[in-house]
Each structure stands twice: as structure tokens, then as C-alpha cells.
């Protein structure tokens, strides 16, 4: 009576059949995503590297002054050093450009989708347990299409940060639209704006707030997956992890995950600034 009957459902062998067919039928497309975000990433991390590293050190100096205090600014430099003396210069430089481009990819898709679900109850409601999905499943299980797609490298950390990631700022972005006070957007359209003169002068900037949230959340979440997207081949602080964890190497592991803990303390303090320096422009204005 214990035992479960003799039924079977191969549920992954439909997704496995799904995930061919997207590869033949859209091959074009993943090599154009492909150069695409090679691209990027090629850009940012060559000016990156690029950039004296007093001078990278100054930009962010000062960013941590203007958005939170010069006392910030000056922890955030002493970080920044600190990583330098660890050999690990280059390797941050890579891992910042693997973030931004996964950020600026999932910001590009979020907004819009997030803005779409705001209006449309529909969408919303396809959408929704769709991203519930992309935040609960286990983030090794995005490395395997990652692979399939793209091939070991960064490309395929891009990808699976991108699953990961893009989540919150479409949450947010909706949550945000839907949240703007009604009696604005009524005086608004007894003016007779339009649909368009609507969203931009009124919603998007009444949202911009909580929208800075999600901006925030998603770049802390494609940073928590530097290590994890190393596993496909992806360079800089997260493969040095990886290494020191195959060669049982402390000191190494302990910088790279120490550097790891920098980055994320100056990029969650930034761009939290940044989210308050919105909110205070909309309450002055």
C-alpha cells in the first residue's frame, strides 16, 4: 500500500523536446544574442581595464560621496585598494562588466514587460507565475540551457543571470505603475493626455522610486550569481572562487570571497543613494 503506483510522466522529456526545437527554430536569433551581448561585455570590460586604476578608484570615491558621505566614499575607495592587492584587479574589472551587462539586458526587458503587466490584467496574470518560477527554481537548473544555447563562457553566465535576475525589476516596475495615485492620473487625463504623454510625464516619473528598488534588487541578484555562473565558464572574482575551492586554497578563496563582499557592499549602498535621491527630487517637486 506504501509503495507509489507504476505512473509515469516524463515532464522533462517535453521541456528537453521544447528546448531542441527553440534551437533549431531560433538559431539565428541566440547568435545575434550572442554577438550582442559579446559586445557589451567586450566594451565595458575593455574600458574598465581601460581606466588608470587611481582614476577608477576616485569615480568611486566620489560616487559613494555624492550618494551617501564622504566617510563612504573614501570605505569605498580603501575596498576598491584592498581588492587591487589581492592580484585581483583584473578579475574585478571582469566580474563588473558580467553585472553591468546582465543589468543593463535585464533593465532593457524588465521595464517594458513590467510596465506591460501594469496594464494589461492578462499579461499579469501569464506573467506572474512564469516569474514565480524564474525565482524559485534552483539557480544551477538556468546553467544547463545557458550551456545548450551558448556554449562554456560568459555569455552563458549572462544568460543564466539574466533568468535569475530580471525578476524583481519586473515585479517592482509593475507594482510601482499600478501604485501611482489615482487622482493624478485623473486630473492628468481631464487635460486630455494621451496613453504615451500619460506613462512618461506621469507614471514612469511617480514610479521612478520604486522602480530604483527593483534596479537595486536585480543588480544584487546578478552579482549573487558571479560565483554560481563560474561553474559555465565565466571569469573573474566568482572563477577564482571556483578554483580555490577545487584546490582547497583558503587564502585565495577567502579574498575572492572577500572581494566578492566589496563589490557588493558599494553597489548596494550606490545605488540605494541612488533610489533616495529620486525619492527626495519627487517629494521636493
Known amino acids: 500500500m506504501g509503495v507509489f503506483p507504476d505512473i509515469t510522466f516524463k515532464l522533462g522529456d517535453y521541456v528537453e523536446t521544447f528546448i531542441n526545437f527553440l534551437d533549431r527554430s531560433l538559431e539565428s536569433f541566440f547568435d545575434f544574442i550572442y554577438l550582442f551581448s559579446s559586445e557589451i561585455i567586450s566594451g565595458i570590460e575593455g574600458f574598465l581595464l581601460w581606466l588608470p586604476w587611481w582614476l577608477f578608484i576616485l569615480i568611486i570615491v566620489l560616487l559613494g560621496w555624492y550618494f551617501k558621505s564622504i566617510f563612504a566614499g573614501v570605505l569605498y575607495g580603501i575596498f576598491i585598494f584592498l581588492i587591487g592587492t589581492f592580484g585581483l584587479w583584473e578579475d574585478l574589472m571582469t566580474t563588473i562588466a558580467i553585472v553591468m551587462t546582465a543589468v543593463i539586458i535585464s533593465l532593457a526587458l524588465g521595464i517594458p514587460l513590467g510596465v506591460w503587466m501594469a496594464f ?57 505603475i499600478r501604485g501611482v495615485d489615482q487622482e493624478v492620473i485623473e486630473s492628468a487625463e481631464s487635460f486630455g493626455s494621451s496613453n504615451m504623454q500619460m506613462l512618461f510625464k506621469i507614471q514612469l516619473p511617480q514610479a521612478l522610486p ?62 540605494n543613494g541612488l533610489a533616495d535621491k529620486f525619492q527626495k527630487h519627487r517629494r521636493v517637486s
Open 120 to 176: 494589461s490584467k492578462g499579461f499579469s496574470t501569464v506573467m506572474r507565475p512564469i516569474l514565480d518560477a524564474m525565482q524559485t527554481m534552483p539557480s544551477f537548473v538556468y546553467l544547463i540551457p545557458a550551456i545548450f544555447f551558448f556554449g562554456l563562457g560568459n555569455i552563458s553566465a549572462i544568460f543564466a543571470t539574466l533568468i535569475y535576475a530580471i525578476p524583481p525589476v519586473i515585479r517592482l516596475t509593475e507594482l510601482a
Open 210 to 271: 520604486t522602480i530604483m528598488a527593483g534596479v537595486n534588487q536585480t543588480t544584487m541578484m546578478a552579482l549573487a550569481m558571479v560565483v554560481i555562473a563560474s561553474m559555465v565558464g565565466a571569469q573573474g572574482l566568482g572563477e577564482q572562487v571556483l578554483v580555490s575551492i577545487n584546490q582547497i586554497d583558503i587564502a585565495l578563496g577567502f579574498e575572492a570571497g572577500i572581494s566578492i563582499v566589496f563589490l557588493a557592499i558599494i553597489i548596494d549602498r550606490v545605488t
